[in-house]
């Protein structure tokens, strides 16, 4: 029997990257499956993919900016969830000069307020089901990088932190646990398109040195890494841990 058999996860996120490899990590565990992304063709792909394997999968399209369309996707959801995966994030690492107030809201809707307010919306399922609830952050909480400016971003993410600690404190005597993941640098789709993909091949050699001076494993994370921890924070192995801040991150922060 699997680690998570007889649970459902709710997964932000869900369609690609972190989320996707989080929710094929839950269901070879036995979890069944609620998928929340934007783009409805890709949700359909990764869910025939999920299904094909066994899993059973429902999917929401939802603009999860638009919390009011949020609100109402999750008021329709029509089954109990056990587990709430708050993986979808957004970073725009831009000079402090040059952030703007939309780049300000959409970083903290998606990194702070989709968080709490799904949290919200799910609390009586997961009390029912003494449920668990990980959020992700990033080692831009506590780690900054010369030369890449993170100010909102890095608020962003110690604010889910602090959410985190203050959640597992107020929602521990209900029977919920919530715990966060903090990755380093995770070869995702969207890391190898919008980073790796945009460099020279000097900028691509002088960042391998960086990966192998800065993590003391001498490489970045691959995402089933980050998925295996979020199984085991999942699952009863983790039964008394609560309010921690794990760091998946090669040792990055160690420096």
Do not use: C, H
Request: hydrophobic fraction near 45%; charge should be negative; charged fraction near 20%.
């Amino acid at each position: 029997m699997g680690r998570l058999e007889g649970r459902t996860a709710l997964i932000t996120g869900g369609s690609e990257g972190l989320g996707r490899a989080i929710a094929e990590a839950f269901a070879a565990e036995g979890a069944g499956l609620v998928l929340l992304a934007r783009d409805r063709e890709k949700l359909a792909r990764t869910a025939g993919a999920l299904r094909s394997e066994g899993a059973t999968v429902r999917t929401l399209a939802v603009d999860l900016a638009d919390l009011s369309a949020l609100t109402d996707a999750v008021t329709r959801l029509d089954v109990g969830v056990d587990i709430l995966v708050n993986n979808v994030g957004l970073a725009r690492l831009k000079p402090l000069a040059d952030l703007t107030l939309e780049d300000a809201e959409a970083m903290v809707t998606l990194n702070l307020m989709v968080p709490f307010r799904l949290t919200q919306l799910l609390l009586p399922s997961l009390v029912a089901a003494q449920g668990t609830v990980i959020n992700m952050s990033s080692y831009w909480a506590t780690t900054m990088v010369a030369g890449r400016p993170s100010s909102l971003y890095s608020a962003t993410r110690g604010a889910i932190e602090s959410l985190t600690r203050a959640l597992a404190n107020e929602l521990g005597p209900d029977g919920v646990r919530v715990n966060a993941i903090a990755p380093g640098s995770i070869a995702t789709p969207t890391f190898d398109r919008e980073f790796l993909g945009r460099m020279t091949s000097e900028q691509r050699a002088a960042y391998e040195r960086y990966v192998r001076d800065a993590y003391p494993t001498g490489r970045i994370g691959r995402m089933e890494e980050v998925a295996n921890a979020a199984v085991y924070l999942a699952s009863d192995q983790a039964s008394w841990t609560t309010g921690t801040v794990l760091a998946v991150d090669g040792g990055l922060t160690l420096r």
